[in-house]
């Protein structure tokens, strides 16, 4: 209704809201409420009445450390004083906007940064994970190759003993027919 330029009927909506979040002790809501109010009287030329909005919105926002609603605050101060003439407060006003505004960025890019450093922690996570799998596949190989050997030795073994066996059996036999050949 405000974007529709119903003002009344936004207003109504909103100290119905306000009255909502009072009774939910939902400061955040409180303080969202009171900003479009204050913006409401302002449009509506009613500048104590929006610094008074205003004012209750920047306690609870200040509670909460909220700089989004902390800026709009100081922004709707900024025009409220600015119309009444009180041109020290508005331009006070301002600079704590700009502080507000300065203190969001700071806090945009530290999650930035946070962001940041999680993908590289991940990343260096993710090559440590496909080195431990490179090296334990290159365990099996290896494993497996001496498995492998171990295997072909075994057999080779076997094959030596039989043909071992198999030639002493020849011999006993070739020995067994010479000492009947000598008899």
Do not use: P, W
């Not at 999650?111 to 496909?130: M, P, T």
């Amino acid at each position: 209704y405000h974007q529709l330029k119903e003002t009344d009927r936004a207003m109504s909506f909103y100290q119905r809201s306000l009255g909502l979040y009072n009774e939910l002790q939902n400061t955040s809501g409180q303080s969202r409420c009171l900003i479009e109010l204050g913006n409401i009287e302002l449009e509506k030329n009613n500048y104590d009445l929006a610094r008074d909005h205003f004012n209750r919105a920047l306690l609870l926002a200040k509670e909460q450390k909220k700089y989004a609603q902390l800026e709009k605050v100081y922004l709707g101060l900024v025009e409220a004083h600015k119309a009444k003439g009180e041109f020290q407060e508005s331009l006070e006003n301002q600079a704590l906007a700009g502080v507000c505004k300065d203190s969001l960025r700071a806090l945009e890019q530290r999650g930035k940064l946070n962001e940041l450093q999680i993908r590289y922690e991940n990343d260096i996570a993710e090559q440590e994970i496909q080195q431990l799998k490179s090296e334990r596949q290159d365990y099996y190989i290896i494993m497996g190759l001496l498995s492998l050997l171990g295997l072909a030795g075994s057999v080779i073994t076997v094959l030596i003993l039989r043909r071992h066996k198999t030639n002493i059996r020849v011999a006993e036999s070739s020995k067994r027919k010479l000492e009947v050949a000598l008899e």
